[in-house]
C-alpha cells in the first residue's frame, strides 16, 4: 500500500454504505472501492463458467483473473465484464445471493485481498463494503461503521422497491435484514463488526447529506481531506 488517504465504510446490508461511500468519494474527488461489487462480479463470472459455488478452488482461481475494467469517466460509471456492460447485471437480487455464497470461502476473499488494495492511490480512496476496516485497509485513518435500525433499513429498502414498481412486504423485509444482519456477523471468516477505532455512525434518522458532512468534517478534523 501507498501513502494516500484512505476511509474505510463498513455495515450492515441496507445501511446506505454504498450512497454514502460514493457521495464521499465524489465531494473529495477521491477514488472509489465497491468491494460488494467485486463478489457480485465473481458470483456473476461463476454462473456464467458454469462453476458451481461448491468448487472453492475454481471461484478462486477466477477470482484472481476476473477480467473486470471499473470505468470512471464523466457520467455513470460502467462495469465491464470481459468487454460486457454488467452494471445493472450485478445488482439484481440472484446475484446478490450468488455474493453471499462466494463471499464465505476463504481461498476468494484471500485472491480479492490485492485486487482490493490495488485500488488506493493518490489523491485518496473511499473503500465501502462488511471488512474494509477489519481487513482490507487495517491502517486507514479514518474507519467508519454505519449503521441503522433493522425497522429503519427495511424501510428504506421497501421504499426502493416500491419505486422500481416492485411488491414488498415490509414485515417480511425486517424478518430477512435480521436473518442477513445474522449471517454477516457469525460468519467464521470476516465477519461484519466495528473495526478497532471505528467511528460508529448510526443513520437511523439522518439523511444521506448528514452523514456525508459527519464524515467530512472528521476527515478534516483529523487532517486527511
Ligand atoms: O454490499 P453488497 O450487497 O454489494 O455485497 C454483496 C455480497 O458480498 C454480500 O453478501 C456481502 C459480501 N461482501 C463481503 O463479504 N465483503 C465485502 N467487503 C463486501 C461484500
Known amino acids: 500500500m501507498n501513502g494516500a488517504p484512505i476511509i474505510t465504510v463498513d455495515g450492515p446490508v441496507s445501511s446506505g454504505k454504498g450512497t454514502v461511500a460514493r457521495e464521499v468519494a465524489a465531494r473529495l474527488g477521491w477514488r472509489l472501492l465497491d468491494s460488494g461489487a467485486l463478489y457480485r462480479l465473481l458470483g456473476l ?19 484472481r483473473d476476473l477480467p473486470v475494467v471499473f470505468e470512471q469517466t464523466d457520467g ?14 450485478i445488482r439484481r437480487e440472484e446475484v446478490g445471493e450468488l455474493a453471499s455464497r ?9 485472491a480479492l485481498l490485492a485486487r482490493q488494495q490495488a485500488f488506493a492511490g493518490p489523491p485518496g480512496l473511499v473503500a465501502d463494503g462488511r471488512d474494509m476496516g477489519t481487513v482490507v485497509f487495517p491502517d486507514a485513518p479514518l ?4 449503521t441503522a435500525s433493522a425497522e429503519e433499513r ?50 437511523t434518522s439522518m439523511t444521506v447529506d448528514e452523514v456525508v458532512n459527519r464524515i467530512l468534517d472528521e476527515a478534516a478534523r483529523r487532517d486527511i481531506a
Open 143 to 146: 474507519k467508519i461503521f454505519l
Open 76 to 89: 455513470e460509471p460502467r462495469i465491464l465484464l470481459d468487454g460486457e456492460d454488467v452494471t445493472r447485471a
Open 154 to 203: 427495511a424501510r428504506r429498502r421497501y421504499k426502493q422497491l416500491k419505486e422500481k414498481g416492485f411488491g414488498a412486504n415490509l414485515a417480511a423485509l425486517v424478518e430477512d435484514i435480521r436473518a442477513r444482519d445474522d449471517r454477516d456477523m457469525n460468519r467464521d471468516i470476516a465477519p461484519l463488526e466495528a473495526a478497532d477505532g471505528a467511528l460508529v455512525v448510526d443513520s
Open 45 to 63: 463470472y461463476a454462473q456464467r463458467r458454469g462453476l458451481s459455488t461448491d468448487d472453492e478452488a475454481g471461484l478462486a482461481e477466477l477470482a
Open 102 to 110: 462466494v463471499a464465505v470461502i476463504e481461498p476468494v476473499r484471500r
